[in-house]
């Protein structure tokens, strides 16, 4: 009778306070700053392979779409394809609503496909009051919004961007880094 009373307490217990995740997405913001070196990237993806980590490359819609066309952007993406990490698309802010919100992701979800052969399945747009029917208007598409993404570790593309992810990893030592599709 102890024996089932206390499992039965634990089980409660374990489901009243669930063990912490063992999984964080990792996420690069601002994906590819101006004048980015190919060189500092490649470092970038060997420090991540060398983890064992996955990311997600949270590239601006807006900054891709001017200067997406570059050798420099282009090797990049065929890189982080060949290497399996994540493109995500941010919006700098909110379209005026859904519809317009739609046609800007149908237009960039376009674009990193027919460009890059990239398929995006997450978004940010510029701020936190998305309304249910954006989040619809994404889902239609098949785009997920990811702000609200728990357990997340947010690194902005600088120059010190080696530096900052490799003490993103050193932090999360003992969870897995993966891309943050794989928490929706």
Sequence with gaps: MLCALDRFLRGCLGNRFPAPPNRVALLIEG????????????????????RGA???????WHEIR????????????????????????KFKSAPC???????????????????????????????RCVSLDAQKALKALG????????NQIVVHDTER???????ALRRCVDKECVCVSVLL
């Design 66 to 89: 001017e200067r997406g066309l570059t050798s420099r952007v282009a090797e990049m993406m065929k890189l982080l394809k060949h290497n399996e990490h994540e493109v995500a698309i």
């Design 97 to 127: 609503g859904a519809p317009q919100l739609r046609q800007s992701a149908a237009e960039a979800l376009h674009f990193l496909q027919r460009v890059y052969g990239i398929t995006v399945v997450s978004a940010k747009v510029g701020c």
């Design 31 to 50: 994906f590819p700053r101006p004048h980015h070196p190919i060189v500092e990237f490649a470092q970038l993806l060997y420090l991540l392979r060398v």
């Design 143 to 150: 785009v997920a919004l990811i702000e609200a993404v728990p």
């Design 161 to 167: 961007v080696i530096a900052d992810v490799d003490a």
């Design 54 to 60: 996955k990311a997600t490359f949270v590239v601006d």
